[in-house]
């Protein structure tokens, strides 16, 4: 019956799998924001088509002059919404790209401690294979002695 050996960093370990989940979650609610703010952008777009479709039925037709100033300046209140929430997609896909880097890095360190729990199981398996074949030669040179008893 071998001893398992105790891999002093298990704790480091344990709090690197801890943070590499938090972060995992992290990058799933920053998805979901960036995918919610793509969804409100296309949206405005809709409206912008929508809008300017109706805007050239309205020209053909000769509307007032009021009625078109109306809509200009409506037009330019949904380009503005649209620059402002094409920058509010950008911020969230870099938060996104931001939040992928940390999980990297955290998945990177987690990996590293892995090879080095693994690495330290190897030795210690060589260790203790050395030392069994260490006693069974040493018993193997008693082995003639006993014979000999008999």
Not at 2 to 24: G, S
Not at 70 to 86: D, E, F, G, I, T
Not at 124 to 143: A, G, L, M, T
């Amino acid at each position: 019956m071998k001893k398992e050996k105790k891999f002093r960093l298990e704790k480091v370990l344990k709090a690197k799998k801890i943070k590499r989940d938090v972060e995992q979650r992290k990058l799933a609610e920053h998805k979901k924001v960036l995918e919610q703010e793509q969804n409100q952008l296309n949206d405005i777009k809709r409206t912008e088509q929508e809008f300017l479709t109706d805007l050239k039925e309205k020209r053909m037709r000769r509307a007032k002059g009021r009625e078109l100033q109306s809509q200009n300046s409506y037009s330019r209140q949904v380009q503005m919404y649209l620059k402002q929430q094409a920058e509010s997609v950008q911020v969230a896909e870099n938060q996104v790209h931001t939040q992928r880097n940390r999980l990297l890095d955290v998945t990177r360190e987690k990996e590293m401690l892995d090879k080095l729990r693994e690495k330290s199981a190897e030795e210690y398996q060589r260790h203790q294979d050395s030392f069994e074949q260490k006693q069974i030669d040493e018993f193997s040179q008693f082995e003639p002695y006993r014979k000999l008893r008999k």
